[in-house]
C-alpha cells in the first residue's frame, strides 16, 4: 500500500528542510490549519493524518500493529522514507509528542529538531511521578469512552480544550472527536492513555523544545518539566495560552516559539 495515500499525506511550501506536522488523539491534519501555513515560505510543511483518523485508509487500521504507540512511530518512520526526507523539523501535539520521539530513537536521521507540544510521557500517577491521573481515573475514563463514544467526547473536548470563554473552540474538539471512528477511538485511547515512554526520553539525540501550556489538564506543568529534565538539553517554553490545544486557542504564539527555535 502506498504509504502517502494510507496516511493522507499532503506536502506543501517550499524550501530545502522539511517540517512535519502530527495531530493527537480525536484530531486530524485540520487542527494545524492555523500553524502549518505560517512556515510555507520556509519549509516544505508535511501534514498527515494517523491510521483511523481524518481522511486515513481505515482499512489500514490493524488492532495489533497500533496497538502500541510504536506502531504510529513505524508510520512516521515510513512516511519520512516515502518522501525522502532527512534532518527534518517535527512538530508533535499531545499523544504524538511520544510518536515524534520514539520515530526519532528508531531513525536518527529522520529529524534534525523535535518540537513537542503538551506532551506527555506518562499519564496515570507511578510513586513519586505525577501523570496528572490515578489508574482507577483513566480506568473510568476509558470505560465511559467504551460505553457512549459521543456523550464522552461532548463531556470531555471542552474540558481538554480549555478556554470556556470561547465555546466555539470545545465544539471543534467535539465534533473533531465525533466524526472519529468508534472503535478506533477506543483503541487508540486506551494506548494513549496506558502508555509509558519515560524510559525513552533519554534516548533522544536531537535537540528538542517542549511548548507548555497553563491550565492544561492532560499535561500539567510538572509533566511538562519531567520531559524536559528527561531528554537530554532539551529546552521549555512556557506559553500563556491556556488548555491543551494551542495550536487552536493560540496558533501566533505557538508559530513565534518554533520559528524562534528552527
Same mark, same amino acid.
Given at each position: 500500500m502506498d504509504v502517502l495515500a494510507r496516511n493522507n499525506v499532503h506536502v506543501r511550501g517550499r524550501g530545502d528542510r522539511a517540517m512535519v506536522f502530527a495531530h493527537g488523539f480525536g484530531c486530524d491534519q485540520n487542527m494545524?490549519?492555523?500553524?502549518?501555513?505560517e512556515f510555507e515560505s520556509e519549509f516544505k510543511v508535511v501534514l498527515f493524518d494517523h491510521v483511523g483518523a481524518g481522511g486515513s485508509d481505515l482499512s489500514a487500521y490493524d488492532k495489533a500493529k497500533y496497538s502500541t504507540l510504536l506502531g504510529y512511530a513505524d508510520d512516521l518512520v515510513e512516511i519520512g522514507a516515502a518522501l525522502g526526507l532527512k534532518n527534518a523539523v517535527f512538530v508533535g501535539h499531545s499523544v504524538s509528542a511520544m510518536i515524534g520521539v520514539l520515530a526519532s530513537i528508531k531513525a536518527p536521521d529522520l529529524f534534525g529538531r523535535l518540537v513537542l507540544i503538551g506532551p506527555s510521557a506518562k499519564y496515570i500517577d507511578d510513586g513519586d511521578y505525577k501523570g496528572g491521573f490515578s489508574e482507577k481515573q483513566i480506568a473510568e475514563l476509558l470505560?465511559?469512552?467504551?460505553? *457512549?463514544?459521543?456523550?464522552?467526547?461532548?463531556?470531555?473536548?471542552? $474540558?481538554?480544550?480549555?478556554?470556556?470563554?470561547?465555546?466555539?473552540?470545545?465544539?471543534?474538539?467535539? *465534533?473533531?472527536?465525533?466524526?472519529?471512528?468508534? %472503535?478506533?477511538?477506543?483503541?487508540?485511547?486506551?494506548?494513549?492513555?496506558? +502508555?509509558? *515512554?519515560?524510559?525513552?526520553?533519554?534516548?533522544?539525540?536531537?535537540?528538542?523544545?517542549?511548548?507548555?501550556?497553563?491550565?492544561?489538564?492532560?499535561? +500539567? %506543568? %510538572?509533566? =511538562?518539566?519531567?520531559?524536559? $529534565?528527561?531528554?537530554?538539553? +532539551?529546552?521549555?517554553?512556557?506559553?500563556?495560552?491556556? =488548555?491543551?490545544?494551542?495550536?487552536? +486557542?493560540?496558533?501566533? %504564539?505557538?508559530? $513565534?516559539?518554533?520559528?524562534?527555535?528552527?
Open positions: 494545524w490549519r492555523f500553524v502549518a501555513p470505560e465511559f469512552l467504551e460505553d *457512549n463514544h459521543m456523550g464522552w467526547s461532548a463531556a470531555m473536548a471542552p $474540558s481538554i480544550m480549555g478556554n470556556p470563554d470561547r465555546p466555539e473552540l470545545g465544539e471543534e474538539l467535539t *465534533n473533531s472527536f465525533c466524526r472519529t471512528d468508534p %472503535e478506533i477511538a477506543k483503541a487508540f485511547a486506551r494506548v494513549t492513555f496506558t +502508555s509509558d *515512554n519515560r524510559s525513552d526520553l533519554s534516548k533522544v539525540t536531537v535537540p528538542t523544545l517542549i511548548l507548555q501550556c497553563s491550565e492544561d489538564i492532560i499535561a +500539567s %506543568e %510538572e509533566v =511538562g518539566k519531567f520531559v524536559r $529534565s528527561r531528554i537530554p538539553g +532539551s529546552e521549555i517554553v512556557f506559553l500563556k495560552a491556556t =488548555g491543551h490545544c494551542p495550536n487552536l +486557542s493560540a496558533p501566533a %504564539e505557538v508559530v $513565534s516559539a518554533i520559528r524562534a527555535y528552527v
